[in-house]
């Protein structure tokens, strides 16, 4: 049975900065596809950064280009979101998912992932 542990949301002011954990059990961990998605009130999930089995950043959403980074520790079974400078519309529940290496269109869609943590939540304040 495949495990997540999610952690690090807060509440942050704008520029400041937060890293998300996200730990894995039950699967292994250094063949899975990795990625961190997150979804605002009222929106729908979407992709934020995807990080191959190799370790290559697969797909990082336009707005949060050169302020997140996706990292991932195979020996700790651990996924990380560094976000840095972060804006008031970085607002919302942040969580990671794990996939197959599989070859699709989309290597960021919210909807190719299988195995889900349970969400952190990350409020930034202006």
């Known amino acids: 049975q495949v495990q997540v542990e999610e952690s690090g949301g807060d509440l942050a002011r704008a520029g400041e900065s937060l890293r998300l954990s996200c730990t894995f059990s039950?699967?292994?961990?250094?063949?899975?596809?990795m990625g961190w998605f997150r979804q605002a009130p009222g929106k729908e999930r979407e992709g934020v950064l995807c990080?191959?089995?190799?370790?290559?950043?697969?797909y990082d959403e336009r707005s949060v280009r050169g302020r997140f980074t996706i990292s991932r520790d195979n020996a700790k079974n651990t996924l990380y979101l560094q976000m840095n400078n972060l804006k008031p519309e970085d607002t919302a529940m942040y969580f990671c998912?794990?996939?197959?290496?599989?070859?699709?269109?989309?290597?960021?869609?919210?909807?190719?992932?299988?195995?889900w943590g349970q969400g952190t939540q990350v409020t930034v304040s202006s």
């Open positions: 039950g699967l292994t961990f250094e063949d899975y596809t």
């Open positions: 990080i191959s089995y190799a370790g290559n950043t697969i």
């Open positions: 998912a794990a996939r197959r290496p599989i070859t699709t269109m989309h290597p960021c869609n919210p909807d190719e992932y299988n195995y």
